[in-house]
Nanobody, 117 residues
């Protein structure tokens, strides 16, 4: 089961991108209780948690993206978004969507974000 991540691309520093994550039909019935998150992995680095939003809508961010990124979810559409503003070259990575709760863990295939200086 894979979440469907999209919206990556090449953008200049200071620009914006909006990532989207869609739940496949096989898990739409369990989507609402899931805590959703975006991770990223840059070449040669470990995967890191970027932003997380709970089933209740509370969110938290890694310090490096606070004030620039916003995670949101629309349960009715089974979608999660990551609005990324004021992008920096160090934001370049493959971004992955994740959903988890009570031992269940779902990942997406990743979408490449490249920020040029």
């Amino acid at each position: 089961v894979q979440l469907q991540a999209s919206g990556g691309g090449l953008v200049q520093a200071g620009g914006s991108l909006r990532l989207s994550c869609a739940a496949p039909r096989t898990i739409t019935s369990v989507f609402n209780p899931l805590n959703m998150a975006w991770y990223r992995q840059a070449p040669g680095k470990q995967r890191e948690l970027v932003a997380r939003i709970t089933s209740g809508g509370s969110s938290n961010y890694v310090d490096s993206v606070k004030g620039r990124f916003t995670i949101s979810r629309v349960n009715a559409k089974k979608m999660v978004y990551l609005q990324m503003n004021s992008l920096k070259p160090e934001d370049t990575a493959v971004y992955y969507c994740n959903g988890e709760r009570s031992g269940s863990n779902y990942w997406g295939q990743g979408t490449q974000v490249t920020v040029s200086s």
